[in-house]
């Protein structure tokens, strides 16, 4: 019986030695396959910042964007954005419409981005995927749950996802850089044919943000209509949460701030350098339309509402602000100067009957700032003017496979 029990003993510690030892090289395994952020915490060692990677062309940014941009970050503690050169960009889809310095801009102005790649490649080449992981110590690879296909159909991050480093995200629904040249070249078509009814009618739909709703505009290119459905939870995960502190110099700047550009930005960011806080207001659909002209906005009041609520320098937007500053609006908000650029789309507010800065200036706290960049909304509108039949050549491109993504969607999980 002794002998019997010794023996059974010995079968026992034998097995459990065994899978210790075989836990044991599982886990070396995996660890070495870990990324190098992982590898500090099994070693004992502080953990440093996970570091993750997304690319893009950024071309006429959107809240769709800096979604995106936002998503990618909350996998990781730091964000690194490769914003493709104007070369890659017009090999792979045709040309840009806003060249690299500006989309620089743009993207180093979304408040979940950390740091800024210039002249990232289309496609991540084995090379450059190296240089990710060894220079910039990336550790994930981000991209969206739209496919991203190479010109000859290859997968432009099928490098990324063989080596275990690929994460995906859930693509923002509603808008797409293709679906907002889409609706500036329908503009054009309808001016071109000088229906007052039909422009009046085509604000409203991009305004109002009709869902689904596709037109070929008698070209046979299917536009697009905006179908961006907001939710106040969007506008809570772009909001920053906090209020101005008891003393804190509130500034105040509005406008339109449609297809919001590098120009938006760049006053914005010497606005906020006057004070503590820094509030935007953001006009109506029907007061753009007013001011501007039946074809504006492109883009309708919440979606301009997103864009300026992720650039890092804004702390609070008013959603439909009025045309008009007046002294209860400067008292409630506690407002110390109300600024405007030189560059903007109507600067004939002084010659008005009813300039919407009369009381701000009676008061003595209105102060014209020197605008960086001479670009406009219009500016944005005539580079896809100038370039009408190329733009059309890619969109009608770029919309065949958005339509095979819309018809073959299914539900992602995700923010």
């Known amino acids: 019986m002794e ?6 003993r010995f079968v026992t510690a034998c097995f459990l030695g065994g899978l210790v030892l075989g836990a044991s090289v599982l886990a070396f395994h995996l660890g070495l396959s ?3 952020a ?10 440093r910042p996970v570091r993750v990677y997304m690319d893009g062309c950024f071309d006429m940014m959107h809240y769709g964007h800096c979604n995106a941009l936002r998503q990618a970050r909350a996998l990781g503690d730091e964000l690194v954005v490769g914003v493709v050169s104007d070369d890659e960009i017009t090999a792979n889809k045709g040309p840009p419409v806003t060249p690299l310095n500006e989309r620089m801009i743009m ?15 289309y496609a991540i080449t084995e090379e450059f995927m190296n240089k990710l992981f060894t220079e910039y110590n990336i550790d994930y690879i981000i991209h969206g749950d739209d496919p991203c296909l190479l010109p000859d ?6 490098l990324a996802k063989k080596a275990g480093r690929y994460k995906q995200i859930k693509r923002t629904e509603g808008v797409s850089s293709t679906d907002i040249v889409g609706r500036m070249l329908l503009c054009v078509r309808e001016r071109s044919t000088g229906d007052s009814h039909n ?4 604000q409203r739909q991009f305004s109002h943000g009709h869902s689904q709703k596709v037109d070929d505009g008698g070209s046979g290119s299917r536009t697009r209509i905006s179908h961006f459905l907001p939710t106040s939870r969007r506008i809570v995960q772009f909001s920053n949460g906090k209020g101005p502190g008891p003393d804190a110099r509130i500034i105040y700047i509005d406008g339109a701030f449609d297809l919001f550009h590098a120009g938006h930005v760049e006053i914005l960011r010497i606005a906020r350098e006057l004070g503590d806080f820094l509030l935007v207001g953001i006009h109506t659909d029907q007061t753009v339309s007013a001011t501007r002209g039946a074809h504006r906005p492109i883009m309708n009041l919440h979606e301009r509402s997103l864009s300026v609520l992720a650039c890092r320098h804004v702390d609070e937007v008013i959603i439909g602000a009025p045309w008009e500053v007046s002294k209860d609006m400067i008292t409630t908000f506690n407002i110390s100067l109300v600024v405007h650029g030189t560059i903007a789309e109507n600067m004939d507010f002084r010659r008005e009957e009813s300039n919407p800065y009369a009381v701000p ?8 700032l020197e605008s960086p960049l001479d670009i406009t909304t219009s500016t944005i509108i005539r580079r896809i003017v100038a370039n009408h039949e190329a733009y059309q050549k890619r969109n009608e491109k770029k919309e065949a496979s958005e339509r095979t993504y819309y018809e073959g969607k299914a539900f992602v999980s995700g923010d």
């Open 3 to 8: 002998s019997e029990g010794a023996s059974s």
């Open 34 to 36: 870990l990324p190098p």
């Open 38 to 47: 992982m590898l500090g915490s099994r070693r004992g060692k502080k953990r």
């Open 107 to 121: 993207v180093g102005a979304v408040k979940w981005v950390d740091e800024v790649i210039p002249d990232a490649p």
């Open 153 to 158: 159909g290859t997968d432009a991050y099928a």
């Open 199 to 202: 422009h009046s009618s085509l």
């Open 361 to 368: 200036m009676g008061m003595g706290i209105y102060r014209q």
